[in-house]
C-alpha cells in the first residue's frame, strides 16, 4: 500500500508543483464546510511536541526539527494564535502534522495588524505527511 505522503506528493506534483520543493504554504477557504478528510485529526499542545516533530523529521531527511525547538516556536507571538494538527489513519499511525493559523474575517491575527488571511477568510498551514 502507498503511504499518504506518497498520494500527497503525487498530487501536488500533478497540479503543477515541483518535487524540488520540500514545503508549501497551503491554503484553503473556510467559508464552506469542510468534508471528512478520511483521517482523525486532532489539535495538539505542547505536551505532544515530541509527535509533531517526528512527523516532519520523517518527512525531510536530515530534519533538525526538535521538540525543544518546537517549543520555541510555539512560544513565539507569531504562533500565538496558531494551532498544530496531527492526522492520524485508521490503525492509529500519525500520517500528517500541520501547524496553522485560521482567522475569520475581522478577527484580528494578533500582533495588530490587518492581513491578508483575515480578509479572505481562509487557513493557511504548512503541510508535513510522513
Not at 61 to 84: I, K, N, Q, W
Request: aromatic share 6%; glycine share 12%.
Amino acid at each position: 500500500m502507498r503511504g499518504v505522503g506518497a498520494l500527497v506528493q503525487d498530487l501536488l506534483v500533478d497540479d503543477g508543483w515541483k518535487t524540488a520543493e520540500p514545503w508549501t504554504p497551503l491554503r484553503r477557504d473556510l467559508t464552506e464546510t469542510v468534508g471528512d478528510p478520511g483521517v482523525r485529526i486532532e489539535v495538539i499542545g505542547p505536551e505532544q511536541a515530541h509527535v509533531r516533530t517526528a512527523v516532519q523529521r520523517a518527512s525531510f531527511d536530515g530534519s533538525l526539527f526538535t521538540d525543544e525547538r518546537r517549543h520555541v516556536m510555539a512560544a513565539g507571538l507569531p504562533y500565538a494564535d496558531a494551532r498544530c494538527l496531527v492526522a492520524y489513519d485508521g490503525q492509529a499511525n500519525t500520517v500528517a502534522a500541520s501547524d496553522g493559523v485560521g482567522c475569520s474575517p475581522g478577527s484580528g491575527d494578533g500582533v495588530g495588524a490587518k492581513s491578508e488571511v483575515e480578509e479572505s477568510g481562509e487557513a493557511v498551514v504548512e503541510l508535513f505527511s510522513a
